[in-house]
């Protein structure tokens, strides 16, 4: 049972253009929602989040939106960069079971920026 | 400000024996959190731990266990080992209470033959 689920495996996209990572979820006690972005031989690095009582929140060239009656959020990266080429994990923070979040991931989606 | 470090990098293990992995917190970090990434999938939460014990436990056997020290570091041990447990092992830091982003370190990757 996947709580968090990024349905396209790849995204590729011009330099210059954007970027569009969406992630739908399930479970409505979700309250903070968080995206990662992991190179090959590294640990993900946090990008951005956002909390449920927000719809949208930016910084720099990323911007994440979230859509709580459709249980969505996306992640928009203006431009596009060839550095921003990695895979990209949707989080979102689980508040039961103690006083420090755990996070719930979805699979990851591999985006190459072209130049 | 140091961040979260691991180790080691690689190891490789055979069937049926222990395994530990250590994890070094973020400075002033006092939680730490580890997950498991197999190949294609996304992390997946194994344990937390916060002032030395375990603070929430995801759907891991206990043959996975872990600790957690005075000075915050923690160590995962996942016994009699199975080639299913082949992965990469994230360590995470983040301060207590604050619903807040995580820092992830490198990750250990193990493989069992």
């Known amino acids: 049972d996947q709580q968090v689920k990024q349905n396209s495996p790849s995204l590729s996209v011009q330099e210059g253009r954007i970027s569009i990572l969406n992630c739908d979820y399930t479970?409505?006690?979700?309250?903070?929602f968080l995206w990662y972005k992991k190179y090959p031989a590294e640990g993900p690095t946090f990008l951005i989040s956002?909390?449920?009582?927000?719809d949208k929140n930016e910084d720099g060239r990323f911007t994440v939106f979230l859509n709580k009656s459709a249980k969505h959020l996306s992640l928009h990266i203006v431009p596009s960069q060839p550095g921003d080429s990695a895979v990209y994990f949707c989080a979102a923070s689980d508040p039961s079971g103690g006083s420090n979040y755990k996070l719930t991931f979805g699979k990851g989606t591999l985006l190459t920026v072209n130049p | 400000e140091t961040g979260v470090t691991q180790s080691p990098t690689h190891l490789i293990k055979t069937r049926g024996q222990q395994v530990t992995l250590r994890c070094s917190s973020q400075?002033?970090?006092?939680?730490v959190s580890w997950y498991q990434q197999a190949l294609g999938q996304g992390p997946q939460f194994i344990f937390q731990?916060?002032?030395?014990?375990?603070?929430g436990r995801g759907n891991f056997p206990p043959r996975f266990s872990g600790l957690q020290f005075p000075n915050y570091s923690s160590e995962l041990n996942v016994n009699a080992l199975e080639l299913d447990d082949s992965a990469l092992y994230l360590c995470?830091?983040?301060?207590?209470?604050?619903?807040?982003?995580?820092?992830f370190g490198q990750g250990t990757r193990l493989t069992v033959v």
């Open positions: 400075s002033g970090h006092n939680t």
């Open positions: 731990y916060y002032r030395e014990e375990e603070n």
């Open positions: 479970n409505s006690m979700f309250d903070y």
């Open positions: 995470a830091s983040s301060p207590q209470g604050t619903n807040t982003e995580a820092f």
């Open positions: 956002i909390s449920s009582i927000k």
